[in-house]
């Protein structure tokens, strides 16, 4: 990187630089020993050339292509959706001669976590119980499983918002003013009945039947992932009877993931039962029983190679690429290092980087089946009238992700640099250590439901704007990409990776507190603010139509 206080060259390839602050009109900036004046103002993350653009002429940013000129611009001229749009480098096989060197991970040799030990193996970074419907019709039988465990075994709570309309409720009765009211201090949490039990998680989807099959399969296929989930010690399985989405798949699907999984799978049919009353009373007594079982579960030391990190980025800005994810990708392949897996997702925020993650690809057929499902992937987007170029956001755009491209080659940086040992499509189960690419949508609920789907106990999320997504069994680690936001939001960020873009920190080290980060939360030390917040965002991937 060549850097100054005011803009920074990712890349000596690259012909667009970033301004690290607002930069006004005939301003003079020296990056690297290069000395450009602005053209125009350039807002803080926005781009500015490096060089006289002509009509045509590709642009490149962490040296790859990422949009094509659509009129001139001047040297020291702001890069706007007014004149770059989306280009991208095309790509094929393997080439090159790939070899990584993995960092120095020897501070953490020898390192462990406190896990929840499973039979097939796995360790749980959270000891969770799911309850799950298979089709939406279930939905209130949900509800009332949710509504008679929730509270009575100590998982719910009054939420801060809840005391706060109940204070203004009784204000009005009283005949008082509503301004100026504070919120009471926090009741302390009701004690649990089961303390070795973090949480009962209900997955309600809406979905499993009159779409597809290739959906209700997947939805199968994926709640399958949950249920051999580590951090996960039992399910309970709610079915109506007639659905597409039926118990003799999810069963197909849990074996194929883990046949010694070794935990309670109760499964209760709606359509086979004497009355819903007898079968809601017989579900919520068996659960009880399962969760009893599950708070015998203790933590205890395992090595860093059990955990399975899954990377995601949401709400990002044009600083997330140059600070939040390469730390988070610094701390991928610190874990990688050590034995441990990481899963990439998010396809279309992938789009061109192809050639790069082909060429560190373990063999030509993992390389192949990358390129097989990107393409099929960019085609059926196309097909529907859309495209990857369409994924930057209006947020992302407004602070200076301009080209699906930009996006895309800030957003895997997050992946770190390792070998990519293996390529899934959705939903996919994460089976191998070192680099995973998962096939998912660049949504970040649907995408971190999807990691959580194919084993990740962990996930660190990078955002530059904001945003406080959650997944119900794996917690998320969120990481914001300025210092701006770090102190703006703080009850829903978690770590700062600002100091990179004052030059107060390097990437290196920050990669390096995140992972400490990472085995203080995977051990249950430090809870995340997603998961103090009770954000548990669900949402399977619909791929087909509604029939």
């Avoid at 991970?105 to 499973?118: E, K, M, V």
């Avoid at 509270?151 to 008082?176: E, M, V």
């Avoid at 399910?235 to 007639?242: D, I």
């Avoid at 899963?343 to 925020?349: R, V």
């Amino acid at each position: 990187m060549f850097r100054s206080a005011a803009a920074l060259r990712v890349h000596p390839a690259d012909d667009l630089v970033v301004a690290l602050r607002d930069l006004a009109a005939g301003e003079a900036v020296e990056v690297g020993g290069e000395r450009f004046v602005l053209a125009g103002p350039v807002a803080q993350k926005h781009k500015f050339a490096a060089r006289d653009f002509a009509e045509g002429d590709l642009a490149t940013m962490y040296g790859v292509t990422v949009g094509r000129a659509t009129k001139a611009i001047a040297r020291g001229g702001a890069v706007t959706t007014g004149n770059l749009a989306h280009a991208a480098a095309e790509y094929g096989g393997r080439s090159g001669d790939f070899r990584w060197t993995p960092p120095d991970a020897s501070r953490f040799a020898g390192r462990t976590f406190d896990g929840i030990p499973r039979a097939d193996g796995r360790v749980g970074t959270a000891n969770h119980w799911v309850v799950i419907p298979l089709v939406f019709c279930e939905e209130r039988n949900l509800r009332a499983m949710r509504e008679s465990l929730e509270s009575t075994l100590g998982y719910a709570k009054l939420t801060r918002y809840q005391r706060f309309a109940a204070q203004l409720a009784d204000r009005h009765r009283a005949g008082l003013s509503l301004d100026d009211l504070a919120v009471e201090a926090e009741p302390p949490a009701p004690p649990r009945l089961f303390p070795n039990v973090d949480g009962i998680k209900f997955l309600s989807h809406g979905a499993g039947c009159g779409e597809m099959r290739i959906d209700s399969h997947a939805l199968c296929a994926l709640l399958a992932g949950y249920v051999c989930h580590p951090n996960v010690a039992g399910a309970t399985v709610l079915s109506l009877g007639c659905q597409h989405a039926q118990v003799s798949i999810l069963m197909e699907e849990i074996a194929k993931r883990s046949p010694d999984h070794g935990k309670p799978v109760l499964v209760f049919e709606q359509q086979r039962s004497e009355s819903e009353r007898a079968m809601l009373e017989r579900a919520i007594k068996d659960t009880f029983r399962g969760i009893a079982a599950a708070n015998d579960l203790k933590r205890t030391p395992a090595p860093l190679s059990k955990l399975l990190l899954g990377m995601e980025c949401g709400g990002s800005d044009g600083f997330s690429g140059i600070s939040a994810n390469p730390a988070m990708g610094r701390a991928a392949d610190l874990l990688v290092a050590l034995g441990g897996g990481v899963i990439l997702s998010e396809f279309p925020e992938l789009n061109g980087v192809e050639q790069e993650l082909v060429n560190r690809c373990a063999s030509d057929a993992v390389a192949a089946e990358f390129a097989r499902i990107m393409r099929a992937y960019s085609a059926r987007a196309e097909a529907l009238g859309e495209g990857f170029y369409n994924n930057p956001s209006p947020g992302n755009i407004a602070d200076g992700l301009i080209t699906d491209a930009i996006k895309s080659a800030g957003a895997a940086k997050k992946g770190g640099t390792s070998p990519v040992a293996d390529v899934l499509d959705y939903p996919g189960w994460a089976t191998k250590p070192g680099l995973t690419l998962l096939c998912t949508p660049g949504n970040d609920v649907e995408s971190t439901t999807a990691m959580a789907g194919a084993g990740a106990n962990l996930m660190m999320f990078s955002t530059g704007l904001g945003t406080p997504t959650g997944n119900p069994v794996a917690p998320v680690i969120k990481v914001a990409s300025n210092t701006e936001l770090a102190d703006r939001l703080p009850d829903i960020i978690d770590f700062n990776a600002g100091p990179i873009i004052r030059g107060e920190a390097s990437i290196d080290e920050m990669g390096d507190q995140l992972l400490e980060l990472a085995i203080a939360v995977a051990s249950g030390k430090t809870v995340p603010k997603a998961v103090a917040l009770g954000q548990e965002d669900f949402l399977p991937w619909r791929r087909g139509l509604s029939l």
